[in-house]
């Protein structure tokens, strides 16, 4: 089976960073990602990981530790747009049975304030 | 806006009732989705298809719900004799070949479905 745990809320002041934390535990590993979701909105792609280290896009990068079951999303320069929900997701395997199916997190409700 | 359609946005109905579901995605993928969501959680996994094959199914889908491809574009949905614990927002997700690495799911808006 696979469990994720991240931070249920969170609030940083616009201008700031900050950084969600995802933990993970899975019997197969193939990839972790973070979606972001707008409060009555659809989910959103904002990157993956399948390698160790940090992938940089933007004001976004999400880092990975394969050994550590751990992940983090960092955000910069904070927007009051970015106050949204963070979902960490991760996929088991990448062939046979489980491998189309993404598990997520229950999300991370970021607050952004002036 | 050629983004992945979903309809009804909204479906209210009693329990014991049937509902229908349908997903239009995005007209280049043939890889498709469904999840539920509710409040406070993440999206749980329902089913997948690749083109018209359903591929995998969830445990959580048990034999009250039934989903189609019947010619590899949109998708129904399908749960009959609805329960109070089926209240849920019902998300339908469509993607690519290339994007099965990257995870990249390209979501639609949902289906919210209230059971009285």
Not at chain 1, 53 to 66: N, T, Y
Not at chain 1, 82 to 89: I, K, N, Q, V
Not at chain 2, 25 to 52: A, C, D, K, V
Not at chain 2, 59 to 87: M, N
Request: hydrophobic share 30%; glycine share 10%.
């Amino acid at each position: 089976g696979q469990n994720i745990d991240q931070p249920t809320e969170m609030t940083a002041t616009e201008g700031a960073i900050v950084q969600i934390n995802c933990t993970y535990q899975t019997s197969g590993f193939n990839g972790l990602f973070w979606y972001q979701q707008h409060a009555g909105e659809a989910p959103t792609f904002l990157s993956y990981n399948v390698l160790d280290g940090l992938e940089e896009k933007g004001r976004f990068s999400s880092f990975l530790s394969r050994s550590k079951g751990y992940s983090y999303l960092l955000l910069k320069e904070l927007q009051m747009k970015d106050s949204a929900s963070y979902l960490c997701a991760v996929r088991g395997t990448y062939s046979g049975a489980g491998s189309y199916q993404l598990t997520f997190g229950k999300g991370t409700k970021l607050s952004v304030i002036p | 806006d050629t983004g992945v359609s979903q309809d009804p946005r909204h479906k209210i109905t009693k329990r014991g009732q049937n509902v229908t579901f349908r997903c239009d995605p995005i007209s280049e993928h043939n890889r498709l989705y469904w999840y539920r969501q509710t409040l406070g959680q993440g999206p749980e996994f329902l089913t997948y298809f690749q083109n018209e094959a359903q591929l995998e199914k969830s445990r959580l889908l048990s034999d009250r719900f039934s989903a189609e491809r019947p010619k590899g574009s949109f998708s129904t949905l399908e749960i009959q004799r609805t329960e109070q614990g089926d209240s849920a927002m019902y998300l339908c997700a469509s993607s690519f070949d290339r994007q099965v690495y990257t995870g990249e799911l390209f979501f639609g808006e949902g289906s919210r479905l209230t059971v009285l």
